[in-house]
């Protein structure tokens, strides 16, 4: 039997979505939004503009329970639980390919699309305040060209497996990242890893450095003016698992052994072969347990001409 063949066995039809299972990874579920869903949840927002939710936080809220009121309040319920449950903790939403069809590329599709990203943010938690964009979401450009302080905007270098939140001071439950727009684009897949997978978690979650603070800091372009310390490992779930804070570009060791523990786990963690990759098309989300999966992003193909938009949410749970 096929992978092709195994995934159209696991379609679930839900009220307004269907839920799957992607051919990476059984871990992450992909929830397809129907064109009709969409068409319902527009009509039930069209007195809220994108200025509306960013200056009335009341309102994100308002959103959320309308998405969730066009599927008959079974898509919040599903991605509580597919964020709570250790086993899954990562959902790919995509809509249908009627509704891709209808897209546009235009200012007016793109602020759509953070009013969506902001109804599933708030069905499973609530979004932090990014420092780097000023708002509760943030929006970025990958171009061709960059001289940007972090890899975060340069296309044609991977960025390395991480766990966002670890050089703030808010705690990052969730990270949210939709795909607004792209042109002349080859690679620069999402990276995915759950920290079970990895084929050396127990080496590294067991290592004397393993608990041991270690100083996080970031570049100006983040516009976080302070550092924090915690370790890698900072805690464990309800069932005694590990969470995991790491990110190999804000990393400050303090001495040889924090050093070495750091550059030793970034080189397991970029060979484990347990790594793969997610194509995000424009209008689809990608939404990851921060403490329990790693996500980076692969390089791009060289081309004058290329430009992709990313929308990130983090935030925390608050069930």
Known sequence: ???????????????????????????????????????????????????????????????????????????????????????????????????????????EQRDFFVILSTAISHLIGIPNFDAMYGKYYARFTVKNDDNSDSYLRQAHRRMELHNDGTYVNERTDFVLMMKMDEKNMQMGDSLLLHVDDWGDL??????????????????PSKNVGYTIEHPVFFEEDKNGKPHMLFIDQFAQPQNMQQGLYLHQMSESLESDESCFNVRVNVGSMLVVQNHCWLHGRDKFVADPGLKRELLRQRGHFTR
Not at 52 to 57: H, I, V
Not at 203 to 215: L, N
């Open 202 to 219: 127990e080496r590294f979650y067991h290592h004397p450095m393993a608990k041991q603070d270690i100083v996080w800091g970031a570049p």
């Open 1 to 107: 039997m096929n992978i092709a063949t195994v995934f159209n066995q696991n379609v679930q039809e839900r009220s307004g979505f269907t839920i799957s299972l992607h051919p990476e990874s059984p871990r992450l579920q992909v929830v397809t939004l129907a064109k009709s869903t969409l068409d319902a949840f527009v009509d039930l927002i069209q007195d809220y503009s994108l200025q509306s939710l960013e200056y009335k936080p009341f309102l994100r809220y308002a959103v959320a329970d309308a998405l969730d009121k066009v599927c008959d309040y079974q898509l919040g319920k599903f991605l509580v639980e597919t964020m709570e449950d250790r086993e899954t903790g990562a959902f790919l939403l995509e809509p249908d390919a009627d509704a891709k069809a209808a897209f546009e590329d235009s200012d």
